[in-house]
Structures are given as structure tokens and as C-alpha cells.
């Protein structure tokens, strides 16, 4: 009789199983993607049968360029046959900023791009500063009314995605608790070729002011190390055997050929300040970004990578992982370039592009994907091939820190759109790509002014003038690009005196002017205008875009002289429109200082 009850209550107990956990215990119910079975909290993982290596590709800072998707889908391709063959598996994650840069993407508010990254088979995707850009659904770039939602298009690309947004480190500024928006935890647990692997987002401090300042009204960024941390221990308490990283974080290198040689890199930047928070062997991967530059090193005992920006290239992570679990052996690849770098250094255009063969096979473009970058171009295509009217006799360059043809032009052409200003301001960040010499197109113009910022006009005084001036001079950073104001800056008695000119004429510090410059800065982005403390109503907004008033200027030049431009003309390195000597910052006596410049 007791051997009959001990069978009956073994079989009932074996057809209820525990209830299983969470995939997440930080995302609500509502945001959580599908799990992989699940797994008891501190359970050991499953022990596997065989070793196995485990590809972990990276991209980071896509800007829209979808026209390189389909050749990088050969690439993948490849690889996960590769793996397929030796009983591994790949593993695919961006680093943020998907979508804002091009025409093609931006029409749709970066549709194509999820489109384009579900069927390449991403399993997450970092949150990046630009992803805020679009505001609400829609043309508007910020909420109109009460009703838009300023996070709309984002939120709507989140829903249309089949991998999840990961961001651990964006709280409600009201509430302080994490954003709770669909398909956006904090992370997410996978599984390829037996592993389980765990995946934190992360987003860079910078966002609040390095995207439209009005569309993240009401949240605030956390430090991300504590709360990748608090994530991984999580992850691993979950059964997770690899912790993977995805932050729109990221830094710079020069030297690739030994990963563990660091000296290179420059460790001023976010990425190095947040390392030391992540205690050593809980995190095995970082996918970095935001930097546009290029990492494959290993930091603080973790294997980072990050591949420049616009698709041009991808990173790898090869994993080995024992039969019982564990990671014996990284292998972390030099940044792979899709297409050959010309002699400036650039990748050749994609129709131009040989790739080769890629894990022992020829690289050919995927046609599913290519469909569905071809409907993007074609809904593009008329407003991009149209003709401006103008000539570029050489290629007008940008740049990020130092003064450059193109923040030179393009700050005339802001004052040739609004006369009723003296003096135009952009940022360096503003400027996305150089502009090829030959007739320009509005395609071409959109991508060098991808943002659809309109003009603002900002009353200022020439203190007001001194003080940006001063101020970017001794600290770096993004370069201020001016038009109808010049500068020339020396040190005296350790001192940094800068003389100024508005249209040929001394500034005078009481003087009154106007300053065409973007809502954007206007705003507080990048954090410029905002140091001013202008009084109320000293900013007046438009409804003009610049890419779009620019364009209108350069039209109306069409069949002109005016129609053939020289960049020579706009910058020449032995008379700048700031002169100034030695590198940004500017130190005089020795050291600079974080505070204000004096009145």
C-alpha cells in the first residue's frame, strides 16, 4: 500500500514542475521578449557534451546607411555557415544608433533598418543618443501638443522589432525607476549552439544633450557601470554562461595588432571610465559605439570591440567554451572593413566594392535583404539624385574637433538663409559627411546636414559671443564653427586673451546681435547655448529646417558665378577664421580649468 502511494505522489510531483522564473527580473512583463527555457536562479548550467566556439559580431552606428546591409548580410552568412559546420553558433548585436543619417532611413523614421536588422537575425540592440532624434510619429521633430509623445518613433520601432531595445542605465527622471517600454528591458538571455548567453544595453551619459534636448525632457541617464553590474549578476544568478555588453559607449585605437596592448587607445573617453565599475570576469564581451572609431582590444580583462560607423565595418569575438560551460580561450579579430579603403583612406562606395571570399567562401550580397533596402532607395531615390545647380571643384572636408571647410561653408550659406542675422553657429557633430567634389546633389547635402534642425534665432550680446568663443577654445571637444565672426587667440601673462570681429568689426561686449544657429544648440544640446542663461524670450524658433533653407540658397546660385565653389576659399589652414595656437584645449600657464571663462 505505501510502495502504491509513493508512485502516486511521484508521478503528480514530475507533472508539475516549478513554476520557472523571469527571463529578466528587472523588466515588466510587458517588455520582456521571449525566453529561452528557463532556468532556476543560481542553478549551474547545463552541462554540454563537446566544446564549442561561439562568433560574436558587433556593429555599432549604422546612421541609416542600409545601402551596406545587404553585403554585410553576406558576410553573416558565411559565418553562421561556418559555425554550422563546426557546431558552433553566431551571435549578432548593434551598439546603437541605428537610424538617423540618411535620406532613405529617415523617410520612414528608420523602419527599413529594423526591417533590414530582423532578417539578419540580430538578437539585441543597444539604445543610442540619436535614437531620440525623431520625436514623435510623424514629420515633427518634437511634441507639438500635450498628446505626442515625444519618444513616439522610437518607441514604434521598438514594436516593430523581433530582437529587444536593451537599455539598463535610462530611469524616469520623476520616478527614478527604469524606462518600462515595450520591447526595451533593461536585458535579455539567448541561446546559440547550447549557450547561454546573457546581454546588457547600455547608453552613453552624453544623451540628455547629445540629441534633441526636448525629446528626453523627463528622463536622466544613470551611471552605467552599476547598473551593467547589477544586470550580469542577474544574468549569471539565471544560468547565463557568457555576459555580453551592448553600449553606446565607446572610445578610440590606433594599434590593432596586439589586443592586449592598450597604449593606443585614448582613456579619457567614457569607456574608460566606466571599466574599472565592472568587477573582473563578470562581463566576457563589450560591444562599444557613439565614438565612430575602431576597437579590438582587451580592456580590463574584457574583450572589446567597435567598429567605425556607417556600416563600413563589423567586429568578432570568437569564444571557446568547454564542454562544461566555461570560456578557455578569446579570440578577438582585427575590425573587418567591408570594402577596400581608398588612397584617403575611405571605404569605395558599395557598387564599386570587392569583398572577397569571407570564412573560405566568396561574399555575395543577400537578396532578401537587398529587397528591403531597395524599397527604401526607390522611396528615396528622385530627391536624392536631384541636382542643387552647383559645382564642388574639390571635395569640402568636415571635421569633428578642428575648423573645416565644410562648418565654414555651411555657416555662410545659415547666414545667406537668414540676413537678419551677424553671425551663424553650428557644432562639429552636426556635420556628417564630407561633400564630393563634382555637381552636388540633394542627396549628398542631406548626408553631410542629416538632422532636421530648424533655425533659431538667439538674441546674444557680444559678451555672450566672447564667452562660447572662450569657452570651446579652452576645452575642447566639438569645434565650433562660425560664420561673420572671426577670432584670434593668444596667451598672455598666463592668461588666454581672444580678440574678436563680427563682419570686420571689433566685437563690442555690450553690443547687441543675432545668431542664426540650430534649435538643437539653441536648446541645450551639446550643452553651448544653455551656459549663456539667456533671459526669456531671447531664442526664437522657425519652422525652417537648415538642410532645407541652406538648399533653397544654393538653387537660387544655379546659372550664377556663385555656382562653381572653391572649398580653398572657405578655409585655408594659414588663415583660419579662429587662430589660435596649438591644439584645443588651450593652455595658458600650464592647465586649463573646467569652470566658466571669467566675464
Not at 25 to 44: E, F, K, L, N
Not at 143 to 157: C, E, F, I, M
Not at 300 to 323: C, N, T, Y
Not at 466 to 472: D, E, P, W, Y
Request: include cysteine; proline fraction near 7%; hydrophobic fraction near 40%.
Amino acid at each position: 500500500m505505501k510502495l502504491a502511494l509513493l508512485c502516486v505522489w511521484f508521478l503528480v510531483a514530475c507533472s508539475h514542475p516549478a513554476a520557472p522564473v523571469n527571463d529578466h527580473p528587472s523588466a515588466p512583463a510587458s517588455d520582456r521578449p521571449s525566453a529561452p527555457a528557463p532556468t532556476r536562479p543560481g542553478a549551474p548550467p547545463p552541462v554540454q557534451r563537446r566544446a564549442v566556439t561561439l562568433s560574436i559580431v558587433g556593429t555599432n552606428d549604422l546612421h541609416g546607411a542600409l545601402e551596406r546591409l545587404p553585403l554585410f548580410a553576406g558576410f553573416v552568412g558565411n559565418l553562421r555557415a561556418a559555425r554550422a559546420a563546426d557546431g558552433g553558433g553566431v551571435l549578432l548585436v548593434d551598439a546603437g544608433d541605428m537610424f538617423q543619417g540618411t535620406l532613405e532611413s529617415n523617410l520612414a523614421e528608420g523602419a527599413d533598418v529594423v526591417r533590414a536588422y530582423n532578417a539578419l537575425g540580430y538578437a539585441a540592440a543597444a539604445v543610442g543618443n540619436h535614437e531620440f532624434d525623431y520625436g514623435p510619429e510623424g514629420p515633427a521633430v518634437t511634441a507639438a501638443t500635450s498628446q505626442d509623445d515625444p519618444r513616439g518613433a522610437l518607441k514604434a520601432r521598438a514594436r516593430d522589432a523581433k530582437f529587444p531595445f536593451v537599455v539598463s542605465n535610462i530611469l524616469d527622471a520623476a520616478s527614478g525607476a527604469r524606462i518600462a517600454w515595450p520591447n526595451m528591458p533593461a536585458a535579455t538571455m539567448v541561446e546559440v549552439a547550447g549557450i547561454k548567453i546573457g546581454i546588457i544595453g547600455a547608453s552613453t551619459e552624453s544623451t540628455p544633450y547629445t540629441t534633441m534636448p526636448a525629446n528626453f525632457v523627463g528622463l536622466r541617464v544613470a551611471p552605467p557601470a552599476p547598473a551593467i553590474a547589477a544586470e550580469a549578476r542577474a544574468l549569471r544568478a539565471q544560468g547565463a554562461q557568457v555576459i555580453v555588453a551592448t553600449m553606446h559607449i565607446g572610445s578610440s585605437c590606433k594599434e590593432f595588432d596586439h589586443p592586449d596592448d592598450a597604449s593606443s587607445c585614448d582613456k579619457a573617453e567614457e569607456l574608460f571610465k566606466l571599466l574599472p565599475g565592472l568587477p573582473r570576469g563578470l562581463v566576457d564581451v563589450i560591444v562599444a559605439g557613439h565614438t565612430h572609431a575602431v576597437i579590438a582590444h582587451r580592456l580590463e580583462g574584457i574583450a572589446v570591440i567597435e567598429s567605425a560607423a556607417s556600416g563600413r565595418a563589423f567586429g568578432r569575438v570568437d569564444l571557446q567554451i568547454s564542454p562544461d560551460g566555461r570560456v578557455t580561450d578569446v579570440h578577438i579579430a582585427r575590425p573587418h572593413f567591408l570594402c577596400a579603403l581608398d588612397s584617403h583612406g575611405t571605404p569605395v562606395p558599395v557598387a564599386a566594392c570587392a569583398p572577397g571570399e569571407y570564412e573560405g567562401k566568396p561574399v555575395v550580397v543577400d537578396p532578401q535583404i537587398q529587397e528591403i533596402v531597395d524599397v527604401a532607395l526607390v522611396r528615396a531615390g528622385e530627391r536624392r539624385k536631384e541636382k542643387l545647380g552647383i559645382t564642388l571643384t574639390q571635395v569640402v572636408t568636415r571635421a569633428h574637433t578642428t575648423e573645416s571647410a565644410e562648418g565654414n561653408w555651411f555657416c555662410d550659406l545659415m547666414l545667406a538663409a537668414r540676413p537678419d542675422a551677424q553671425v551663424a553657429l553650428t557644432n562639429g557633430g552636426g556635420l556628417r559627411a564630407d561633400l564630393p567634389a563634382g555637381e552636388l546633389t540633394y542627396g549628398q547635402l542631406f548626408e553631410a546636414l542629416p538632422f532636421d534642425n530648424r533655425f533659431a534665432i538667439v538674441d546674444v550680446t557680444g559678451k555672450d559671443l566672447r564667452k562660447l568663443v572662450t569657452f570651446n577654445l579652452q576645452h575642447g571637444g566639438a569645434f565650433l564653427s562660425w560664420g561673420g565672426l572671426t577670432a584670434k587667440a593668444r596667451c598672455k601673462a598666463d592668461k588666454l586673451d581672444v580678440q574678436i570681429a563680427v563682419a570686420g568689426k571689433p566685437l563690442g561686449d555690450g553690443t547687441r546681435y543675432k545668431l542664426a544657429t540650430s534649435d538643437f544648440l539653441a536648446s541645450g544640446g551639446d550643452g553651448v547655448i544653455g551656459r549663456l542663461k539667456l533671459p526669456d524670450g531671447a531664442i526664437h524658433a522657425t519652422d525652417t529646417i537648415i538642410r532645407d533653407g541652406v538648399g533653397d540658397v544654393l538653387r537660387g546660385w544655379k546659372a550664377t558665378p556663385r555656382a562653381t565653389i572653391d572649398p580653398a576659399r572657405m578655409y585655408a589652414a594659414t588663415a583660419p577664421r579662429l587662430d589660435y595656437q596649438g591644439k584645443r584645449p588651450v593652455l595658458c600657464g600650464g592647465k586649463t580649468t573646467d569652470k566658466e571663462p571669467a566675464e
